[in-house]
């Protein structure tokens, strides 16, 4: 937070070139560090909805951290702050689904890592609390478009608990949208060894495939067996509450954080790329009646008729990473999102990084879109679909009178490199968009 006697006075707190001023006293500017609520009608922009038609020239009213009205007459209300934005193109916010933004800094600096608890089984582990709100790459990451993130936990089998949180706020809770969005879970794989530029630093590979396969196959029956303990934790926990005579079991916080999961309240984010763990995890799921989410899904397109039967969905997270096989074709992860959407299955696009190049999402869905995916798909996949595989699609992911106001005002294609994003609304409060890249910039601009 940025303290100091310049902000003894009042500030206006203004995005560049933007007539859109907000005061705030000294006091409140030191406790909070990001803007209130502002009533702003975005006018003659070109609004791309993303859930309906592109309305070419119209207006866009933010009242309330809502989304007002939308459309090419929405009516403007009295003493809103009024957005030129002729030239200029409004969109949703994206949103990255697989991430672990704000757990890590510096990966190198084990003081600024918190993506992982020791041990296997680590269901009661929230991701929530680990969020640094001041990491570098929020703003980072803000700058280029992207409003919201599901922040993921890492490490052992069972890694803990998603959240879904706004890139705004001075503190995790601020942030938070959803808490406790679903469990994540590393799902046990074949290890085979393989090829790829860091096969040498990988654990070898078992002797034989038989053992490989039995590696795997305990580490997958000490899944169910984890599952199964909650399972009947939870029943006696039931049974004990509807007949006082029997004994309450002693509270278990690993298998209280399993139920909401085994109650089908929350998904499972599996992560799994190989088309064998995938399918692997497509049996496992439908044999414990959970609902599971593919993270990564460098092989869905090998399986996508089983994931359109099942109706799965999956977080691409490797559109811009090398072919898994030696023998790959160069393009095969770059097509991989087009021949989901071909087969029919929801998927959305996520960069899969840990914080630094988030902020590359626009470019991950643009390289899909030039190897075969329809542009309009393309947007949507870091929208909408994001918004509708994480189940958050009620409050964000397309400009909807009603939904949460996650927006961005830029002055061309969103998925584009060349466009620059001009102004960011998050839950209705202008954003600043200035990062440590910015910073650095105007610092060294005059350098010869």
């Not at 509708?388 to 949460?404: A, F, I, N, P, T």
């Not at 609304?425 to 440590?436: E, N």
Request: aromatic share 6%; charged share 20%; net charge neutral.
């Amino acid at each position: 937070m940025r303290l100091g006697s310049s902000w003894r006075s009042f500030q206006w707190l203004a995005l560049a070139g933007f007539s859109l001023a907000l005061t705030l006293g000294a006091e409140a500017q030191q406790k909070l560090d990001i803007a209130p609520r502002a009533t702003v009608a975005i006018r003659d922009a070109r609004l791309v909805t993303v859930s309906g038609e592109t309305i070419e020239r119209g207006t866009l009213v933010i009242r309330d951290g809502r989304i007002a009205a939308i459309g090419a007459s929405a009516p403007i209300p009295a003493g809103a702050q009024i957005l030129d934005g002729k030239g200029l193109t409004v969109y949703p916010g994206m949103i990255d689904a697989g991430t672990s933004l704000g757990l890590v800094e510096i990966p190198a600096v084990a003081a600024t890592v918190d993506q992982g608890e020791v041990g296997d089984y680590n269901p009661n582990a929230r991701a929530l609390v680990a969020i640094n709100p001041h990491s570098a790459h929020v703003r980072v990451t803000r700058y280029n478009g992207i409003t919201n993130v599901a922040t993921m936990p890492d490490g052992g089998v069972i890694c803990g608990q998603a959240t879904f949180i706004n890139l705004y706020g001075t503190s995790p809770q601020e942030m938070a949208v959803v808490p406790s969005l679903g469990l994540v879970v590393n799902f046990p794989r074949l290890n085979v060894g393989g090829g790829g530029p860091f096969a040498a630093f990988r654990q070898p590979p078992p002797a034989n495939i038989a053992e490989a396969i039995a590696a795997r196959n305990r580490r997958v029956e000490e899944l169910r067996q984890v599952l199964r303990e909650a399972a009947d934790y939870g029943r006696a926990k039931a049974a004990a509450a509807s007949d006082p005579k029997i004994p309450r079991p002693a509270t278990n916080v690993v298998y209280e954080s399993l139920l909401p999961t085994l109650r089908g309240e929350t998904p499972v984010f599996f992560r799994a790329d190989r088309a064998q763990d995938i399918r692997a995890v497509l049996a496992f799921a439908e044999d414990m009646g959970l609902r599971p989410i593919i993270v990564g899904g460098n092989e869905a397109w090998v399986c996508a008729a089983e994931l359109k039967a099942k109706n799965v969905p999956v977080i691409l997270t490797g559109v811009l990473d090398l072919p898994n096989r030696e023998d790959d074709p160069y393009d095969v992860l770059y097509e991989n999102a087009a021949k989901l959407h071909q087969a029919g299955v929801r998927f959305c696009i996520s960069t899969g990084d840990n914080g630094a190049h988030v902020r590359d999402l626009p470019y991950h869905a643009g390289m899909a879109a030039a190897f075969g995916l329809d542009p309009k798909v393309a947007l949507r996949a870091v929208t909408l679909s994001a918004a509708e595989v994480l189940g958050v699609s009620d409050r964000v992911g397309s400009l909807e009178v009603g939904k949460m106001a996650n927006v961005v005002v830029a002055d061309g294609d969103l998925l584009e490199p060349r466009t620059r994003v001009k102004y960011a609304f998050i839950d209705g409060r202008p954003a600043q968009l200035t990062s440590r890249h910015t910073e650095l910039y105007e610092q060294f601009k005059e350098r010869k």
